[in-house]
C-alpha cells in the first residue's frame, strides 16, 4: 500500500506559479513511477506530467517549458513547479503513484488539491 498526500494548492494570479508537493508514504520502493493529472470542470482527467524512478520525465505539450516535476528521494516527495500559470490551468490537481509489486501493477492517488489561477 502506498499513501500520498498532497499540499501546495492554491488561488494565484495569471503568470504567477505554484509549487505542489506530494509526499509518499508505505511500500515506496516498489514505485516506479509518480505523476500528475488533473482534471478541469467538464474534462476528463489529463496527465500533466510524470516522472520515473531513474528521474525520466514527460509532460504534456499543454505545460511544457511551464512545469518542471522533480522528485526527492530521501524526503519521498515529488513536486511539480508551476510557472507561467494560465486560466486555462484551473483544475484539481491529483498526484498518482504507479507501483509494481509481485507482477501486479497497482495505481494510488493523492486526494488532490485545487488551483485556480485567475486572470
Known amino acids: 500500500q502506498v499513501q500520498l498526500v498532497e499540499s501546495g494548492g492554491g488561488l494565484v494570479q495569471a503568470g504567477g506559479s505554484l509549487r505542489l508537493s506530494c509526499a509518499a508514504s508505505g511500500s515506496i520502493s516498489s514505485i516506479v513511477a509518480m505523476n500528475w493529472y488533473r482534471q478541469a470542470p467538464g474534462k476528463q482527467r489529463e496527465l500533466v506530467a510524470g516522472i520515473t524512478g531513474g528521474s525520466s520525465a514527460i509532460y504534456a505539450d499543454s505545460v511544457k517549458g511551464r512545469f518542471t516535476i522533480s522528485r526527492d528521494n530521501a524526503e519521498n516527495t515529488v513536486y511539480l513547479q508551476m510557472n507561467s500559470l494560465k486560466p486555462e490551468d484551473t483544475a484539481v490537481y491529483s498526484c498518482?503513484?504507479?507501483?509494481?509489486?509481485?507482477?501486479?501493477?497497482?495505481?494510488?492517488w493523492g486526494q488532490g488539491t485545487q488551483v485556480t489561477v485567475s486572470s
Open positions: 498518482n503513484a504507479v507501483e509494481v509489486a509481485a507482477l501486479e501493477k497497482n495505481n494510488y
